[in-house]
């Protein structure tokens, strides 16, 4: 009779013609799967205040930043900034 016999409807080892349903998936994984891992490079690459990481500020860059901040008055920031410079 031949190995069709042994069939049974199976299509290249899946049941009844559903395997389309995993090539689709297969499909839409590679597509998703590369988005979902640029999204979590885009969120790691961003800093908790939204801005993307920068280069390290400098002890000047941070007191200049302490003074606009309002956190330490022009006459501490000319001390300090004597102090860095030395």
Avoid: C
Avoid at 7 to 22: A, H, L
Avoid at 39 to 45: A, E, G, W
């Amino acid at each position: 009779m031949g190995s069709h016999m042994m069939d049974y409807g199976m299509n290249n080892g899946f049941p009844g013609g559903v395997y389309w349903v995993f090539m689709l998936f297969r499909g839409v994984a590679g597509f998703i799967l590369p988005l979902i891992l640029l999204y979590l490079v885009y969120r790691f690459m961003k800093g908790k205040d939204g801005e993307f990481l920068q280069k390290s500020e400098t002890p000047l860059e941070r007191l200049k930043m302490r003074l606009v901040k309002g956190e330490i008055t022009k006459e501490e920031y000319e001390e300090l900034r004597k102090i860095i410079e030395d």
